[in-house]
């Protein structure tokens, strides 16, 4: 850009000029989207500075001119900052189409289905999420990129999931990759473990990295941001038929049309969307509070197994030492034979030494045999020692764990119970509100009979009015015809 100069004959623009330029120029293709209270806002690029100067000077304007768009190009050409603005545009339309799924499906109050629309946008903008910083996959025809991969393994992780995977692999219309992983997701959210299965997916930055870039939206915080977000769709009941849709050539493009709303509209709205917004809070809390419930039932189980699985080792614990006592008790009678066959074995006659010996020999053997069947009881009463230690402090981290979630359990109750009353409190208000309602109603009416009245008088009084007015005009006529004959 160092070669460009200011033409002699053409004037040089200045910075107001620019800043006017700026002003009013909006370039969608390179928009920042951003939250701005709970609608989309399109907002310029900071790049340009829009504070006029004081002074405006043509070779400095130009200067200004030169570094600003030198500033602009290294700002696009740096890949690590397109990735980055790419992943909060992703993330902040992921919040907004899951806060409008959110509140238009619990104002609707019924199953959704495939034609309902902010619900095929939600699908739109979670394809786009996982399509960000896809490696390309090559094949004979070509470079391929594809989400279905990472979905795949899913099922390693979650065992739950294989049933989906399963499903969508005996799908008889779905012929591509891309139509699979669509499929895939409808049946996660009909499951309700749509933020259980990408949080397991995105804990595993091992396995995704053989798909993404390192700085891919399911790599970084972003992704993590989006998986919690989901929690909230637990609340909504969706059914699909899969069997007669077109996914694999079905156009992904996000509508922003629906995001874009006046702030006055929105402002005028806040007082309505209270109530709406409480109702939410409390389908979240309660929706926890069930993952919480079954939480804890799994943990009571697995203390109840291990509970039982302890009592069996103590049984065959006091089983063995029973066993090591008559163990020894029986290595004792041996030694005691042994020593009186061999005393014998002196004081006895010579032809005896021979039996005697051999039954010595048996004894060794015997004694031998019982040694080693000692020492195999110890090596296992050992092992059973520390299976029980082992299971005594995996008991005691499951009861820690246990009186956690307890803890929890009863905040989360009692923020249920605040949420109730401030419901009922909301309910009081609203009904007291109606009934000033209609005391001004009946006010009102009253009002206008009144009105009717005052009309009719009115229109009475005219009437007489007018009649007194012929009256007098008759009078006056014949006053004006005696006049005359009195003269």
């Not at 804890?296 to 197994?305: F, M, T």
Request: charged share 30%; aromatic share 4%.
């Amino acid at each position: 850009m160092s070669a460009l100069t200011p033409p002699t004959d053409m004037p040089t623009p200045t910075t107001d000029k620019i800043t006017q330029a700026a002003m009013e120029t909006i370039y969608l293709c390179k928009f920042r989207v951003s939250m701005d209270g709970e609608w989309l806002c399109l907002r310029e690029l900071d790049d340009i500075s829009l504070t006029p100067d004081p002074e405006p000077t043509h070779e400095d304007s130009w200067e200004d001119l030169t570094d600003l768009v030198e500033q602009m190009r290294d700002d696009t050409e740096d890949p690590n900052y397109l990735m980055a603005n790419e992943r909060m545009n992703l993330m902040n339309m992921a919040k907004l189409s899951i806060k409008g799924l959110i509140e238009s499906a619990l104002n609707l109050g019924r199953t959704l289905d495939s034609d309902y629309a902010p619900l095929q946008q939600f699908f739109v903008v979670m394809e786009h999420c996982l399509k960000h910083g896809l490696k390309a996959k090559k094949t004979f025809l070509g470079q391929n990129k594809s989400f279905w991969g990472p979905l795949e393994l899913v099922e390693k992780l979650v065992p739950e999931a294989a049933e989906i995977t399963a499903s969508v692999k005996d799908l008889p219309g779905l012929k591509t990759p891309v139509g699979r992983g669509r499929a895939w997701l409808r049946l996660a959210l009909m499951q309700k473990k749509l933020s259980e299965y990408m949080k397991a997916l995105i804990n595993k930055k091992e396995l995704l990295s053989e798909f993404y870039e390192p700085n891919a939206l399911m790599m970084e915080e972003e992704g993590a941001i989006i998986a919690g977000l989901l929690v909230g769709l637990n609340v909504i009941d969706a059914n699909f038929c899969m069997k007669g849709e077109d996914l694999d050539s079905q156009v992904g493009v996000i509508d922003f049309s629906m995001y874009l709303k006046d702030g006055n509209s929105s402002k005028g709205s806040e007082g309505d969307g209270q109530i709406t917004a409480i109702l939410d809070q409390k389908n979240y809390v309660e929706e926890l509070n069930r993952h919480l419930n079954a939480t804890v039932n799994n943990l009571q189980a697995k203390v109840d197994a291990l509970e039982k699985s302890n009592t069996k080792l103590t049984e065959e614990l006091a089983v063995a030492n029973n066993r090591i006592i008559t163990l020894q008790e029986e290595m004792e009678r041996v030694k005691e034979e042994s020593s009186y066959i061999l005393e014998s074995n002196r004081k006895g006659p010579k032809q005896d030494r021979t039996s005697e010996g051999q039954a010595l020999s048996e004894a060794r053997k015997h004694l031998k045999e019982e040694t080693q069947l000692r020492l195999d009881v110890e090596k296992e009463l050992e092992i059973q020692i520390s299976m029980r230690q082992e299971m005594e402090l995996a008991m005691k981290m499951l009861e820690k764990d246990v009186c956690e979630k307890q803890d929890a359990l009863v905040s989360l109750r009692q923020q249920l119970d605040d949420l109730r009353a401030l419901k009922h409190e909301l309910a009081f208000k609203l009904q007291s509100s109606d009934l000033g309602v209609k005391q001004k109603s009946e006010l009102n009416s009253r009002l206008e009979e009144k009105t009717n009245q005052m009309a009719a008088t009115i229109k009475q009084l005219e009437q007489s009015e007018k009649d007194l007015v012929k009256q007098a005009k008759t009078l006056n006529s014949a006053a004006n015809k005696l006049i005359p004959k009195h003269h």
